[in-house]
């Protein structure tokens, strides 16, 4: 649609409207889209982010937005500009679908939840780690309700809450988070997946620039307290994304 001229498109779906077919081409558009936008992810990128502009247009017409496709364009949508780094725009695709499946669904749904956490983690990769620290306290209170303690779900909010703290230097409550989501995830996982693999990293990471002192029963933070930016992103983000 937006590699044709301007002047063409707007004539047709002029032509399209005046015999009632609009609705219908706009509802096929969109389930091809959703067939052809992925997770994310690196594999044929140079193809996908083409399709881009144009699932951005028809996921904000107002022929389907009640339609369900919509919310799953949309997911995609975030995880797409997840992996390209553009996390603003994350963020706001990954809220519309929030919004959405918590109204129809409702807070406690499993579907919901990982909206919350997509949400949660486009905000740590902007650096807002305060905000998502309360989401991700949110998720993960709800994942132990709804699917237990030791659920890969909730393992997840444990680790991305872990990280959240990390980057906030609260390093106790982080270091405790991590072992946590290390042994669940050796359990549930295996010692070699690579969720398992990034959880390990994180944790010794932040063991290595922690000055344990036994004595006192606290953690001496040293001078050496910055991590890599984007271990989250490369490691979290990617690990965690079915």
Known sequence: MFDMHRLVRLAMQKWLREHQQWGAWVNK?????????PYGGHERREVWTAY???AMHVVELAEVYEVEGRVLLLDRLGRCEQSLGRYNSAEAAHRKVLERREGLLGKE?????????NVARALSNQGKYAEAEKMHRETLALDEKVSGKEHPDTLSSVYCLAYSLHRQQQYEEALS???RACIGYEEKLG????TTQACLNHYSLLRQLCDLDFSGGGINISAHTAIPRNLYSAEIATSLTP
């Open 191 to 194: 010692p070699s997946h690579a």
């Open 52 to 54: 881009l502009p144009h």
């Open 109 to 117: 749904h499993p579907d919901t939840l990982t909206s919350m956490s």
């Open 29 to 37: 558009t969109l389930t091809w889209l959703v067939e052809v936008v």
């Open 177 to 179: 988070l991590y072992h």
